[in-house]
C-alpha cells in the first residue's frame, strides 16, 4: 500500500464544491427518458441544485471568515469497513462515544461547511430560547417520513451515519445512482458505483473533498482540556473498495474490517435499499432482477476487494471483527479495537449500553425474497466463504 501521499493525492477543494455535473446531468436525462412523472424529476432536481447553491455559498464564505481551516490537523483517521449490515453502524455509535472521537453526523454531511453550522447552531439556539418549536417540527417530519425505516436501520438528520453522504453531496457517490430504481436498472451507469473504475484524478477529486469536510469538522470540535488528540471514526462499507486510495490521502489510517455471512448481509441489504426506494416511490412492490444482479455485483466487490486489500495492511493498521462477536460482546469487542490499533483514551470512557435506535431488531429477510440463489453466491464468492468457514 502505498507509504505518503503523492501529487494531486493531497490537494484541497477551497473555494469551489466540486460537484459531479457530468454524471448529475446523465443521470437526469435517463430519469426524464424512463420515467412517467417528468415533474418528480423536476422536483428532485431543484431540491438538489437548491442545496448545491446553500452549500456553495457556504464553503465560499469558509475562505473569508475561516481561512486556517486547511492547517487542522487529523489523527487517523479510524476507518470501518465491510458489507452493509455486518454491524458497522453498532460499532461506529459505540466508538464516537468516546470524548475524543470525532464522528460525522447526517447533517454535517450534507452540509458541510463550517459557517453553515454556525447558522444552524444560532437558528438552535435562538430556537431552544423559544420554546423549541422549529425542532419540534423537523423531528416531527422525521419521524413520519423516516420512522418506517426504524425497523431496519433509525435515519435521523442528528445521528451518526456513514461518510457516503459526504461523496452524496457532491455528487461524487455510487448512492447517487442507487437512491432510484429506474437509475439502478441502467447498466449504464455502472461506472459510477466502482470506485476503481474511475480515472485516478476523479479519484483524487473525491478524496480531496471528503478530507476537506473532515477538517472543518475537527476545526469546528473545541478543544480537549486533557490535551488528547481528536480522532476520527467513520464507518463507510464502500470504503471496502478504496483501501489503496485512502492510504494514500491518509497515510495513517487505521481500518476495522467486520466481516458476517455473505447469504445474510446481501439480502438483508437488498431489503434496506428497497424500503428507502418505498419512502419516495409506495408504489413499488418488488425489486426486478436487473435492480437485484446491480447490488448483488456491488455486493461481490465489496467482499472481493476488502479481503484482497485488507491483506496488505499491518498487523497495526487493522483490526478484524466478526459480527458474531460484535453483538454476543460489544465491550470485548471494544477493548480489542483499542488495544490492536493503539488508540488514544480508554474504552471505559464508553461504557458497554447501547441503544435501541442503535441497535434495531425485527428485520426479516430472505434470499428467497430477491430470487437469489445460494450456490450462485458461494460460487462468486468462494474465497470469503472459504477464509472465514461461512
Given at each position: 500500500a502505498p507509504a505518503m501521499t503523492t501529487s494531486g493525492w493531497d490537494e484541497l477543494p477551497r473555494w469551489f464544491v466540486p460537484f459531479g455535473w457530468r454524471e448529475f446531468w446523465r443521470k437526469q436525462a435517463y430519469l426524464l427518458r424512463d420515467t412517467k412523472s417528468p415533474l418528480r424529476v423536476s422536483a428532485q432536481v431543484a431540491v438538489r441544485l437548491a442545496l448545491l447553491g446553500v452549500n456553495q455559498t457556504a464553503w465560499t464564505l469558509d475562505q473569508f471568515a475561516f481561512p486556517r481551516w486547511d492547517q487542522t490537523e487529523l489523527f487517523g483517521p479510524v476507518f470501518i469497513i465491510g458489507h452493509q449490515r455486518s454491524g458497522t453502524t453498532l460499532l461506529h455509535r459505540a466508538l464516537a462515544r468516546d470524548p475524543n472521537a470525532c464522528a460525522l453526523a447526517m447533517h454535517e454531511m450534507v452540509l458541510p461547511a463550517i459557517s453553515a453550522h454556525r447558522v444552524i447552531r444560532a437558528i438552535a439556539r435562538w430556537d431552544s430560547r423559544h420554546g423549541g418549536r422549529i425542532r419540534g417540527r423537523i423531528d416531527r417530519l422525521q419521524d413520519r417520513f423516516l420512522g418506517r425505516l426504524d425497523h431496519i436501520h433509525r435515519i435521523r438528520l442528528d445521528s451518526i451515519e456513514e461518510d457516503e453522504?459526504?461523496?452524496?453531496?457532491?455528487?461524487?457517490?455510487?448512492?447517487?445512482?442507487?437512491?432510484?430504481?429506474?437509475?439502478?436498472?441502467?447498466?449504464?451507469?455502472?461506472?459510477?458505483?466502482?470506485?476503481?473504475?474511475?480515472?485516478?484524478?476523479?479519484?483524487?477529486?473525491?478524496?480531496?473533498?471528503?478530507r476537506a469536510c473532515l477538517l472543518k469538522r475537527v476545526n469546528r470540535e473545541p478543544?480537549?482540556?486533557?490535551?488528547?488528540?481528536?480522532?476520527?471514526?467513520?464507518?463507510n462499507p464502500a470504503f471496502s473498495q478504496r483501501i489503496p486510495q485512502l492510504l494514500r490521502v491518509f497515510p495513517g489510517a487505521k481500518f476495522i474490517l467486520l466481516v458476517r455471512n455473505p447469504?445474510?448481509?446481501?439480502?438483508?441489504?437488498?431489503?434496506?435499499?428497497?424500503?428507502?426506494?418505498?419512502l419516495g416511490y409506495p408504489e413499488l412492490e418488488r425489486m426486478s432482477l436487473a435492480q437485484v444482479a446491480t447490488i448483488v455485483d456491488d455486493s461481490v466487490r465489496t467482499y472481493t476487494y476488502a479481503q484482497r486489500d485488507c491483506a496488505l495492511l499491518r498487523p497495526d493498521q487493522l483490526v478484524e471483527i466478526r459480527?458474531?462477536?460484535?453483538?454476543?460482546?460489544?465491550?470485548?469487542?471494544?477493548?480489542?479495537?483499542?488495544?490492536?490499533?493503539?488508540?488514544?483514551?480508554?474504552?471505559?470512557?464508553?461504557?458497554?449500553?447501547?441503544?435501541?435506535?442503535?441497535?434495531?431488531?425485527?428485520?426479516?429477510?430472505?434470499?428467497a425474497d430477491f430470487d437469489l440463489s445460494e450456490t450462485d453466491l458461494r460460487a462468486r464468492l468462494a474465497a470469503v466463504f472459504d477464509a472465514y468457514g461461512f
Open positions: 453522504f459526504v461523496f452524496w453531496s457532491a455528487f461524487r457517490s455510487g448512492m447517487c445512482v442507487n437512491d432510484n430504481p429506474a437509475s439502478v436498472s441502467r447498466r449504464e451507469l455502472d461506472y459510477f458505483r466502482d470506485f476503481r473504475s474511475w480515472s485516478e484524478r476523479e479519484q483524487q477529486i473525491a478524496l480531496a473533498w471528503y478543544s480537549r482540556e486533557s490535551g488528547a488528540p481528536v480522532w476520527i471514526v467513520a464507518k447469504l445474510e448481509t446481501i439480502p438483508s441489504r437488498l431489503s434496506l435499499i428497497r424500503e428507502i426506494w418505498r459480527y458474531h462477536d460484535l453483538k454476543s460482546d460489544l465491550g470485548a469487542t471494544i477493548e480489542k479495537v483499542y488495544s490492536q490499533l493503539t488508540l488514544p483514551g480508554s474504552p471505559s470512557d464508553i461504557g458497554n449500553s447501547i441503544g435501541e435506535a442503535d441497535s434495531p431488531g425485527h428485520h426479516h429477510y430472505s434470499l
